[in-house]
């Protein structure tokens, strides 16, 4: 098939990015220096992309298909703010920035939909719901707004050369063992995140199975070549992390949405991936319905 390069090959995510693209037949370089990298990866490198030289050597080298950028500090606060910002947008300056100096013709930036800015201490209701592409963004700490740069960088480099460029903005992201019992990036277990309702508000309820999610990323890297350069696109669950409708519980989470929330009846979630079904055949399989074990 053709060469792929992760970055971010051992995240949560990354780890099934590897194992999806090698299973359909890719080459896949990982590129991560943290351990974890599944062993399905032809070359595992742990290179420091925040380094520029060391960017343009690690693509000079392999010379990949495509690229698929994860890497980045991925929880918000986790870190100091300066670091935070500072370490995501020069990881998506450099991947892109080499990516398109050196020829590659297809690069995929990860992006978050945090960029909407829920959460924000003064206060945040959405402009409609469900949230879509078109949704102004209204970042408001360090991670959201290296986000929104992240895309705004690829979108400069999609409008500068022949590569074609997107990025995607998976929602809470939960791989296998997470279903299992072990912590998400916020501490907590999924089980917890559906029993108290005020953890899973505070990201109004998104998720998706991380398999789920790279298998869109596998789809939207190979339909590159046929896409407006340049676009945008949400990965989600077809349904919310709740065991109550959104019109019920986002009013008691995020003030003010009784109104817009009222169209979110059944299990119906607050992000939109009506344009990754339209544009690229993409739905997701999985639901913590059937993942979760002994749902109750």
Known sequence: MSRVLVTGSAGRLGRSVVSTLAAAGHEV????????TPPEAAVTLPADLTDTGETFEVLARFRPESVIHLA??????SVPESVIFKVNTQLAYNVCSASVALGVPGVVVASSPTVMGYGAPGGWTPAYLPIDEQHPVRPWNAYNLSKVTAEETMKAYARAGTTKLAAVRPCFVIPPEEWAGAPTQSGHTVRERLDRPELGGVSLFNYIDSRDAAEMIAVLSE???DLPNGEVFFAGAADALARKP???LL???VPGTETLAAGLTGTSPAF??????????WQPKRSWRTELKDVT
Not at 72 to 77: G, K, L, Y
Not at 272 to 281: D, E, F, I, P, V
């Open 29 to 36: 370089i990982g590129v991560d220096r943290a351990p974890g």
């Open 72 to 77: 980045a500090i991925a929880t918000p606060f």
């Open 223 to 225: 339909a590159l070549p």
């Open 246 to 248: 959104l019109a019920d």
């Open 251 to 253: 009013p008691q989470v």
């Open 272 to 281: 939109s991936t009506a344009k990754a079904q339209r544009l690229l055949g």
